[in-house]
């Protein structure tokens, strides 16, 4: 059983920092594994979207909305994953949501699809305001 919890949300003012932690209570699959992991985000009334993904190699991918603001990074050890947000606005409103899965395809193409990872956390809220 794989166990994801988000926290670090909030609310923040517009160019404004905030950073996202998951810890990671598992992998799927064997011990020595290790899975593609991304941060999802969904809007009210918008459909859930991949914001940003790194894959077992570390090679990371961003949708082009937070491209140059947000960084994802990976803790091994600490089995945590991190999002770093800067620059934030309005538009990054959302509940986002760590989410993991076996690296079935290259990251760039895994976050494009939340149907691509089976494994989610509750999400934790962000608010931008101006």
């Known amino acids: 059983r794989v166990l994801l919890e988000e926290s670090g949300g909030g609310s923040v003012q517009v160019g404004g920092s905030l950073k996202l932690s998951c810890a990671i209570d598992a992998y799927p699959g064997s011990p020595s594994s290790r899975p593609c992991l991304a941060w999802f985000r969904q809007a009210p009334g918008k459909t859930r979207e991949g914001v940003a993904g790194?894959?077992?190699?570390?090679?990371?991918a961003y949708s082009d909305s937070v491209k140059g603001r947000f960084t994802i990074t990976k803790d091994s050890v600490e089995n945590t994953l991190s999002l770093q947000m800067n620059s934030l606005n309005p538009d990054d409103t959302a509940t986002y949501y760590c989410a993991s899965d076996h690296c079935h395809d290259p990251i760039a193409t895994m976050i494009q699809d939340e149907e691509n990872f089976f494994y989610w956390g509750q999400g934790t809220q962000v608010t931008v305001s101006s």
């Open positions: 790194i894959d077992v190699s570390g090679i990371t």
